[in-house]
């Protein structure tokens, strides 16, 4: 027996379960399809910009913050979207008749009302039907609610302190510069490069990296029953080390990772016209340190965990968790201080740094992090292995 032997045994259980192969190979493919064009809106705002849409538009308030607003919408607003008069107080069916998704309402005596200390708020109505533009009237709103509460602060700190008018312009100055005064904002997904990333390069990425972690879930569990089985004593008989056991079931088990990788690349490559580069090298680098990364990953559970149920319920939520934070299925703001410190997001980072023809030297960094964690996985999984052996 040798390590050839052993990845020909892990082929042949592969195939004797067609079903769950092609499954394990279609899987990458329709999760790519489904988030690309569900999220794709999102992401033609990067490449085209927000297209300009209609919006009801009633302003009852003749005092300080109706006034403002009024003139934000119709400043800065503009670029956006271009306000509609109602023609009744029905705003509902406005809506509907218009065919207009959003409408916003400031109320009577809406300055009045927060100064002196009542309950009062702008009315945002929206249909549901379109997340781009219930997004921009949110964020708009957003931000000129965060620009009054930081003027009416200022204004608060001015009585306090007793500060002068030129003390006052300074200190507005100074936020200014910091902040800026745009009530809505654009965050780039990527700044790979010249261009940004589409919906479908940005989940060919995602969804392929997210498929090689979980392909060390077939390792993982391919060893804790081998343990049930008591194959341990049955191998000791044959002339093979542990080290030698435990690379014949990774590469066995890694053959289902690569050729997921080959059916991403080539698919999105040929139905979604994703670009991934010219630097294959890399690209090839990044897929097998993610494997490795996570097989290591699955021999250390696999030596800590005697059921197999419960080792692959303890990956899918490393698995799950790991990408959710790294904003492999759609970017989460709060959770960015957490996923740059993720396999996934470094792994991302390298491969559309290559994607936008960048050297191994402009992302060498996130490279030596993912080999770096790969051989820091992989020495821990073989000290608990050979440990968890001898107890066998």
Same mark, same amino acid.
């Given at each position: ?52 849409? $209609? ?11 109706? $006034? ?85 602060? +200022?204004?608060?700190? +001015? ?11 300074? =200190? ?12 809505? $904002?654009?965050?780039? =997904? ?44 049955? +191998? ?125 030297? $402009? ?30």
């Amino acid at each position: 027996m040798n390590v050839i032997t052993i990845i020909k045994n892990e082929l042949k259980l592969m195939l004797r379960n067609r079903v769950n192969l092609v499954v394990l190979l279609v899987t990458p493919i329709a999760m790519i399809a489904l988030m690309g064009y569900a999220l794709k809106p999102f992401f033609n705002i990067e490449e085209k910009g927000i297209e300009k849409f $209609n919006v009801l538009y009633i302003n009852n308030d003749d005092g300080y913050i109706g $006034n403002s607003i009024d003139e934000s919408i119709r400043g800065e607003g503009n670029q956006y979207f271009n306000l509609v008069n109602p023609d009744s107080e029905d705003i509902e069916g406005q809506l509907f008749a218009k065919n207009i998704d959003e409408a916003i309402i400031i109320p009577e005596e809406l300055t009045q009302k927060l100064i002196s200390g009542e309950e009062a708020s702008i009315i945002h109505i929206s249909s549901g039907k379109d997340m781009i533009s219930n997004s921009v009237v949110n964020s708009f709103l957003g931000g000129f609610k965060d620009a009054a509460n930081l003027g009416m602060n +200022i204004e608060s700190v +001015i009585r306090t302190y007793d500060l002068n008018t030129q003390e006052a312009a300074s =200190i507005g100055v100074d936020l200014t510069k910091k902040y800026g005064n745009c009530f809505v $904002n654009t965050r780039s =997904i990527s700044k790979q490069g010249t261009s940004t990333l589409g919906s479908f390069q940005y989940f060919s990425v995602s969804m392929l990296i997210f498929f090689l972690l979980n392909s060390g879930m077939g390792l993982g569990i391919g060893i804790v029953d081998d343990r049930s089985n008591k194959l341990y004593s049955r +191998i000791s008989s044959y002339p093979i080390t542990n080290n030698q056991y435990l690379l014949g079931k990774t590469l066995g088990n890694g053959v289902i990772g690569i050729l997921q990788a080959v059916l991403v690349i080539l698919f999105s490559s040929l139905v979604f016209k994703v670009n991934w580069g010219n630097n294959y090298g890399g690209l090839a680098l990044v897929v097998i340190t993610v494997l490795f990364s996570s097989s290591g990953l699955a021999v250390i559970l696999s030596s800590l965990i005697n059921s197999s149920k419960a080792l692959s319920t303890a990956l899918i939520v490393i698995y799950w968790s790991i990408t959710f934070a790294s904003g492999a299925f759609t970017p989460v703001p709060a959770l960015e201080p957490i996923g740059r410190f993720t396999m996934n997001k470094w792994a991302f980072e390298a491969i559309t740094g290559f994607m936008a023809g960048k050297s191994f030297g $402009n992302v060498s960094i996130y490279l030596i992090m993912l080999i770096a964690l790969c051989l820091i996985l992989w020495m821990l999984g073989i000290v608990l292995y050979r440990r968890r052996g001898l107890n066998e």
